[in-house]
């Protein structure tokens, strides 16, 4: 996921600039700079690289200082038990390799070999589990995702607490975000603490000490701009807004020069990708012979210029991860009177979808163009946001006249803009409701178990569970009730009590089976297992199926239509009701 290099910004090519040492069993990525001057270079540090960690496998070995990840991630904590060393759950260490676990393939013994010395195995001291969780962008944990964090966030809390002189220390949580209706409601069904707001309020709304408001004639903001054009299709207007306003950035780019690069770009907002997939034929086909051709009418155009529009991307959930980058930098490209041959050019048109409304920091864009009012306003207020960070911003919504919901916020539009961080809707988050412990209860309780329990740890011992009153179940079936009842009520608790029974049951009736092995899934090289945990796909969904995402609650459905086995049409007919006459007698 690097591009380059953090220190001193040189790129970093994947095929010279990655080396995996085998021996070590780490992948050191170094700083490209061939002249040695940035202190992570091959150079300056040949057995280091840069201080970052990008293998899951390695950063279980070596737990960073920081961990940057999604809450995505949560969902893989059953099915890993290396994850147990983030928690600080490791007794023994590797002098090569680093933390061991109770399945790690290193022993901790090795003999002289190459560079490396011989080694023993290290007894160590217990490592404190994280002290700080930093949640970015809290109003997007909401809906089914945040259900179904909420309920991990039990076991994640769980193994991150550790006891000082008999007092329970849980880890401190910062949830930062922009756009958040009833903070204090979302934070306890999530993270089950209360709210502390910062910056705090002052003695004025417009000046808190850490932020203060300022007048738009000293630091420009954004400019919202709403068109409707009733009677039009929507593809017709967009393609005419798009046109004008890239000749018009072009003929300021022509007058001004570099001042006018934040306008060069536009970026087009769509609420779906099948309005996007038909604009991007549009905008590669009708978008570029009108831009070209702008001034070659008998009609008179003033303030627009002729511009060849050849650079036209996306940035959508179908652009691979790999690539994301990569267009991220191509973003941060500036424009130039004239391109050398060869030379990356700068994007003139950039299609995206909601993918934009989150983390992507390109400093220089300053106009939007959004398809259509978005489902929420803090969706709205995100993805607008985007543009205008350092230099005025327009922003030009498009509403569709045939939508009401688009005619309606037409008619409003000022004052919608005006105060539409009012207009934020609450989250809906409930991880203790009956579907969602149907779908999340027993991720969350194989978790706390596994990665909690030595023995529990490895594949194989998923089989050591035996009984239902061992401490390390009623434990977990404890902290989980107790955490349902102070989140939502007693019944929740209730039910989420006997939930977890039900699933201890189960798991004892399956490990005490004769005749066979247990594991927690089937693995290469551990003979014939029987897994406990079922992964999600076109068989029911029953008490042991364990999600491998946070967003996989719900099996995929393919429908085909094949239109030559279709059957004869009905036999009845549609009954047609002519229009009444003047005496209102049907006719």
């Known amino acids: 996921q690097l591009t380059s290099c953090p220190w001193c910004g040189s790129e970093i090519n994947p095929g010279r600039d990655i080396i995996v040492d085998r021996e070590a069993r780490r992948t050191l990525i170094f700083c490209s700079d061939k002249y040695g001057r940035c202190d992570f270079s091959k150079a300056n540090a040949p057995q280091q690289g840069l201080p970052v960690l990008v293998v899951d496998e390695e950063i279980y070995r070596r737990p960073p200082s920081m961990l940057i990840a999604t809450v995505d991630k949560f969902a893989m904590m059953a099915w890993r038990g290396p994850v147990r060393t983030l928690f600080g759950k490791a007794r023994q260490e590797c002098l090569r390799h680093g933390l061991l676990w109770p399945e790690a393939e290193c022993t901790g013994n090795h003999p002289a070999k190459k560079s490396f010395p ?44 550790w006891a000082l002189d008999g007092q329970v220390v849980r880890p401190k949580i910062i949830a ?35 932020s203060v408001q300022r007048s738009m004639a ?47 770009t536009v970026v087009g907002y769509f609420n779906s990708l099948r309005e996007l997939g038909g604009m991007r034929r549009l905008a590669e086909d009708d978008v570029q012979t009108r831009s070209y ?92 946001s985007r543009v205008g960070r350092f230099f005025p911003g327009l922003i030009c919504t498009v509403l569709t006249w045939a939508r009401p919901r688009d005619l309606s916020h037409y008619e409003t539009f ?87 029974a039900d699933r201890i049951d189960r798991w004892i009736k399956e490990a005490i089976r004769p005749g066979r092995s247990l594991g927690y899934e089937t693995k290469a090289k551990q003979g014939d ?35 030559a086995n279709l059957s004869s049409p009905p036999d009845w007919q549609a009954k047609v009701v002519q229009p009444s006459n003047n005496n209102g007698d049907e006719s």
């Open 118 to 161: 011989s080694v023993k195995v290290q007894e160590i001291k217990p490592i404190r589990p994280p002290d700080l969780i930093i949640q970015d962008e809290f109003h997007l944990i909401s809906g089914p995702l945040g259900t179904m964090v909420g309920l991990y966030e039990t076991a994640v809390d769980e193994l991150s607490s």
């Open 176 to 210: 930062s975000t922009a756009t958040v209706r009833k903070a204090e409601e979302q934070m306890n069904n999530v993270f089950l603490r209360k709210v502390s707001i910062f910056p705090p309020h002052g003695l004025e709304a417009g000046d808190n000490f850490f």
């Open 218 to 264: 000293d630091k420009p903001g954004r400019l919202y701009m709403g068109i409707c054009s009733p009677g039009s299709s929507r593809p017709a207007v967009l393609i005419r807004v798009y046109v004008a306003l890239l000749t018009a950035a072009q003929a300021l780019f022509e007058h001004f020069g570099p001042m006018a690069d934040p306008y060069m």
């Open 293 to 384: 051709r702008v001034q070659m009418g008998e009609v008179r155009r003033p303030g627009l210029s002729q511009r060849s529009v050849r650079n036209v991307d996306e940035l959508t959930s179908r652009v691979s991860n790999k690539d994301i980058p990569k267009k991220l930098d191509r973003l941060e490209v500036k424009f130039k009177p004239k391109w050398s041959k060869g030379e990356l050019r700068a994007l003139d048109l950039v299609l995206a979808t909601n993918m934009l409304s989150v983390g992507v920091d390109v400093n220089r864009l300053g106009l939007m163009v959004v398809n259509g009012q978005p489902k929420n306003t803090a969706e709205y207020i995100q993805a607008t």
């Open 414 to 500: 000022e004052h919608y803009h005006a105060c539409f961080y009012k207009h934020v809707e609450a989250q809906s988050v409930t991880p203790f409701a009956p579907r969602a412990l149907d779908r999340g209860l027993t991720g969350t309780l194989v978790s706390m178990l596994r990665l909690e329990n030595e023995a529990l740890n490895p594949n194989r011992g998923a089989q050591s569970l035996d009984n239902a009153t061992r401490p390390e179940a009623m434990k977990s079936s404890k902290a989980i009730s107790d955490r349902a009842w102070k989140v939502k009520d007693k019944t929740a608790k209730t039910l989420a009590e006997a939930m977890a």
């Open 529 to 563: 297992l029987v897994a406990l945990l079922k992964k999600p796909g076109a068989l029911a969904w029953d008490e042991l199926t364990v999600p491998m995402s946070m967003r996989e609650v719900e099996p995929g459905v393919r429908l085909i239509m094949d239109a």
